[in-house]
């Protein structure tokens, strides 16, 4: 089963975990851009990052065979602070035209505060001016309720409804995001969020066309093996291969592939791996020979 890991935050993965997903047979991610842990207190500071994910990030992924696309974005868990909001917005009106990078995300909210909603508004102008798809964020507090008001933001942007995924989707909001048009992202965790038993259950309910999973493995509790462990319940549990592969290949990719950034056909060419190539001088060996 070829997989595509739609959201992971390799960032805060270790090396040890590309080659573990690189045998569990995931072929590319996509890394949204998100917090690091703590508030930035530098404009520059998001710069470097936007510059890690675009380069040492997908360097590291190519050492093991992995293509590594990113989203550029202002999270809503940092979009509070007026101190940097509006430059950063300025940053991702920059980053977004750059190569590899596949969606503006993750945006949305956080704690649902009428700052995170103007910043929310701004960057869905900002991809609907690239021509690029929306990763969003819905929050984990008030879920129900803040899903509904994404709903309607998004909805009154007038972006088209094939270029937005909403993630972190539960039992409770995927009826409201069915409705829409959107796709609908879901994201596995060990012990929160869902489980690959309650996804069985949901594409046995609501089927699996606009439909994701993924990992968002981070700097919490998270295992960045959880779509091909999901892959596993959903053969036990009986559902077409047909219909696996649609869920952890054909949709994710063929949202993203509205980009412009990305293509089935990148994962066809050559993917032999060149562990003597480095990085701004820099390599993931630390010593070792290839």
């Given amino acids: 089963m070829r997989i595509f ?12 975990d590309y080659e573990r997903m ?4 995931i072929e590319g991610v996509c890394e949204p ?3 690091l842990g703590q508030p930035r207190t530098h404009v520059a500071t998001f710069k470097d990052y936007f510059d ?17 696309y990113c989203t550029m974005g202002l999270n809503p868990k940092e979009a509070n602070d007026d101190r940097l909001n509006d430059d950063v917005l300025a940053l991702v009106r ?14 949305g909210y956080d704690d649902i505060t009428p700052t995170e909603e103007r910043i929310l508004q701004e960057q869905i102008q900002i991809a609907i001016e690239a021509r690029k798809p929306i990763l969003i964020h819905t929050p984990h507090r008030d879920k129900t309720g803040g899903v509904k008001r994404t709903l309607d933001v998004v909805r009154e942007s007038g972006i088209e409804p094939s270029m937005v995924l909403v993630d972190h989707n539960t039992e409770m909001t995927i009826p ?23 996804m069985v259950e949901i594409f046995r309910r609501f089927g699996t066309d606009r439909m994701i999973i993924n990992s968002a493995a981070d700097w919490g509790i998270s295992d960045p093996l959880l779509v091909p462990k999901t892959v596993q319940v959903m ?4 559902m077409d291969e047909d219909e696996i592969e649609k869920v952890v290949w ?28 480095l990085h701004a001088g820099n390599s993931v060996l630390r010593g070792q020979k290839p």
């Fill in 52 to 68: 890690t994910l675009l380069g040492w990030e997908r360097h590291r992924a190519a050492q093991f065979g992995i293509r590594h």
């Fill in 94 to 107: 920059e980053y977004v035209h750059k190569d590899g990078v596949i969606a503006v995300g993750e945006i």
């Fill in 5 to 16: 890991e739609p959201h992971i935050h390799c960032y805060s993965r270790t090396t040890d």
């Fill in 22 to 25: 690189a045998l569990a047979g």
């Fill in 176 to 198: 409201m995001v069915k409705e829409t048009g959107y796709y609908a992202g879901f994201s596995i965790y060990p012990n929160t969020k869902m489980t690959p038993e309650r």
């Fill in 235 to 238: 053969r036990k549990a009986g």
């Fill in 250 to 277: 054909g949709n994710p990719i063929g949202f993203f592939a509205q980009s412009g950034q990305i293509a089935f056909s990148d994962f066809d060419r050559d993917r032999s791996i060149d562990r003597t190539r």
């Fill in 33 to 35: 851009a998100f917090w």
